[in-house]
Each structure stands twice: as structure tokens, then as C-alpha cells.
């Protein structure tokens, strides 16, 4: 991570964020969410969260001062990209994802 993107996540952090609803998770959304992610800029996106949630693991095994703290950082990062993963559609033992289906019953009502 260069230092310029560390200063601007370090300054992001510390600013205060207040509490908001969650808007609803729609079927559209998740779409959306899958097709960006399988985009060239969600691919790289995705091995961004990833890097960041196995440097920061390794970070809190190899620092013995305040290790509860480096490992709920860890713990923390590592549910924050599985919050970012869970928006996506749920695959079934076939293969399937919900937007599939929902995208073939649209497919069929219409035409």
C-alpha cells in the first residue's frame, strides 16, 4: 500500500461516521454487485480486500505486543470484506445463482 493511499484510509478512518438504516438489498443490487466484481476493476478490487485481510493476519501473528488488539483488527477487516461478500447472490448446489433464476423468470414472464 503506497503511503498516499495509507495517509487518505488513515484520514477516512478517523473521521466521524454517523449511524445510518440499511437501505433494502435488492436482487438488482446483487446483479450489479456480481458484475462489477467479475469486471477487470472488481477483480482487482477483490485481491485489494483480500491482500489487506491476510497482511493484516500476518501482521497480528508476527507482533507480540497487544496481540488481542492486532487480532481483532484482523477479525474485523476479515468481516468486513465477508459483509461486502454475503451482498452478493447466494450459488445452489447446481451452479445457479439467485439473480439467475430471478433473471430466467423475468426472461419467461416477458417473452
Given at each position: 500500500?503506497?503511503?498516499?493511499?495509507?495517509?487518505?484510509?488513515?484520514?477516512?478512518?478517523?473521521?466521524?461516521?454517523?449511524?445510518?438504516?440499511?437501505?433494502?438489498?435488492?436482487?438488482?443490487?446483487?446483479?450489479?454487485?456480481?458484475?462489477?466484481?467479475?469486471?477487470?476493476?472488481?477483480?482487482?478490487?477483490?485481491?485489494?480486500?483480500?491482500?489487506?485481510?491476510?497482511?493484516?493476519?500476518?501482521?497480528?501473528?508476527?507482533?507480540?505486543?497487544?496481540?488481542?488488539?492486532?487480532a481483532g483488527f484482523a477479525t474485523g477487516q476479515?468481516?468486513?470484506?465477508a459483509a461486502i461478500e454475503s451482498l452478493l447472490p447466494q450459488i445452489s448446489a447446481d451452479?445457479?445463482?439467485?439473480?439467475?433464476?430471478?433473471?430466467?423468470?423475468?426472461?419467461?414472464?416477458?417473452?
Amino acid at each position: 500500500m503506497s503511503f498516499t493511499r495509507y495517509l487518505r484510509a488513515a484520514h477516512i478512518f478517523a473521521k466521524y461516521q454517523a449511524w445510518v438504516d440499511a437501505p433494502e438489498w435488492t436482487k438488482g443490487d446483487e446483479a450489479a454487485l456480481l458484475q462489477f466484481l467479475t469486471s477487470p476493476a472488481g477483480a482487482k478490487l477483490s485481491l485489494i480486500l483480500k491482500n489487506l485481510v491476510l497482511r493484516q493476519q500476518a501482521s497480528a501473528l508476527s507482533k507480540t505486543s497487544d496481540l488481542q488488539y492486532e487480532a481483532g483488527f484482523a477479525t474485523g477487516q476479515k468481516a468486513a470484506v465477508a459483509a461486502i461478500e454475503s451482498l452478493l447472490p447466494q450459488i445452489s448446489a447446481d451452479g445457479d445463482t439467485d439473480s439467475d433464476h430471478a433473471l430466467t423468470q423475468e426472461e419467461s414472464h416477458t417473452g
